[in-house]
């Protein structure tokens, strides 16, 4: 018999899991796909987006419990449009927080390789262990449409992403563009949930440090989580370069750069 994607338990009935919550989703019917990776999409309707890998118990109980906490919170303070210089302040719990951005992940990437870190952490998903299996830091910004070209591409505002490019500095400035690179990180992945962008940086195991999540930290526009604190202010880290391209991440000296020609670019016209 199959196992649980979750639990790996082989004795519950395995039941249909949808990859982003339905009920998120169905809160927005003009949307009508979501990315799984930076190329896969798939409808958002109740039977294409789905994987049939969860148990009942799974799914019926510590999954849908999450689900109802972030839907609720993505509902809150990030379902109606931004404007480039809002903070949306929030309280949030860290660890069903955590928890939940991981899950929807997991769902998202689990055909991919680039899910074995999340594979390995799904029993602290739905509250089996206590910790996951080395240090994590989860960021949060928020999504502003500042593209250049509006409904040139669809609007996703649903994607997961594995890998992202954590660019230093813009393109339009410099000829070569230096990109973020720290042999401590294991993996990062980005979620985009309607105008919330979650970046989840995983560690390799006994190789975080405070210093390097700080530096982290003051390098992109996001803010960090943490389980110490129940606020935050959260800014925009979208800029016209990255926000239909949700792979590429801006370092702050990268969205300043990136503003600053978009505003030389407007002047012109």
């Known amino acids: 018999m199959k196992k649980c994607a979750f639990c790996e338990d082989v004795n519950n009935k395995l039941t249909a899991e949808h990859i982003f919550p339905f009920g998120l989703i169905s809160k927005f019917p003009e949307y009508k796909y979501a990315f799984l ?9 109740p039977k294409k987006q789905v994987i049939k890998d969860v ?13 109802s906490y972030g839907n609720k919170f993505i509902m809150d303070y990030f379902s109606r449009n931004l404007s480039p210089e809002q903070i949306v302040t929030i309280r949030y719990d860290y660890q069903i ?7 929807i992940l997991f769902n998202s990437l689990r055909k991919n390789d680039s899910s074995s870190w999340l594979k390995k952490n799904s029993k602290y998903m739905i509250g089996k262990v206590e910790k996951t299996t080395s240090e994590v830091s989860l960021f949060l910004g928020t999504y502003v449409d500042l593209a250049p070209f509006q409904n040139m591409f669809p609007s996703l505002p649903f994607q997961g992403i594995s890998e992202p490019k954590i660019l230093l500095s813009s393109r339009a400035f410099h000829k070569e563009i230096l990109e973020y690179r720290n ?3 294991e993996i990062i992945y980005v979620l985009r949930l309607c105008n919330a962008i979650f970046l989840l940086v995983c560690w390799k195991e006994n190789r975080w440090n405070s210093k390097e999540e700080e530096a982290l930290n003051g390098l992109i526009p996001h803010t960090l989580l943490t389980p110490n604190n129940n606020t935050g202010k959260i800014a925009r880290s979208t800029d016209s370069f990255n926000c239909e391209h949700l792979y590429l991440v801006s370092s702050k000296k990268a969205q300043f750069e990136h503003d600053i020609y978009m505003k030389m670019i407007v002047r012109k016209k």
Do not use: H, T
């Not at 990776?37 to 309707?45: N, P, Q, T």
């Not at 118990?57 to 689900?67: R, Y």
């Not at 927080?97 to 899950?103: D, F, N, R």
């Open 37 to 45: 990776g930076e190329k896969k999409a798939v409808k958002l309707s």
């Open 183 to 185: 042999e401590n990180i």
């Open 55 to 67: 148990c009942q118990n799974c799914n019926n109980g510590a999954l849908s419990k999450l689900d």
């Open 97 to 103: 927080l955590l928890k939940w951005v991981m899950k």
